[in-house]
């Protein structure tokens, strides 16, 4: 599954996997793009500066 991300806001977007317990910076108007196994589990959360997968 590739899930793209685009920060739209004005300031840093963080991005955390914890499958892989990697952590990314999105910068303001930045792209980036998770590529996860495909699994019915997994989930998206959305918090004030931070996406958690």
Same mark, same amino acid.
Do not use: H, Q, W
């Given at each position: 599954?590739?899930?793209?991300?685009?920060?739209?806001?004005?300031?840093?977007?963080?991005? @955390?996997?914890?499958?892989?317990?990697?952590?990314?910076?999105?910068? %303001?108007?930045?792209? %980036?793009?998770?590529?996860?196994?495909?699994?019915?589990?997994? @989930?998206?959360?959305?918090?004030?500066?931070?996406?958690?997968?």
């Amino acid at each position: 599954m590739k899930l793209p991300i685009e920060n739209g806001s004005g300031r840093p977007l963080t991005v @955390f996997v914890e499958l892989e317990t990697l952590e990314r910076v999105i910068p %303001a108007g930045g792209k %980036a793009v998770v590529t996860l196994p495909d699994n019915p589990t997994s @989930f998206l959360e959305v918090c004030d500066g931070m996406v958690v997968v």
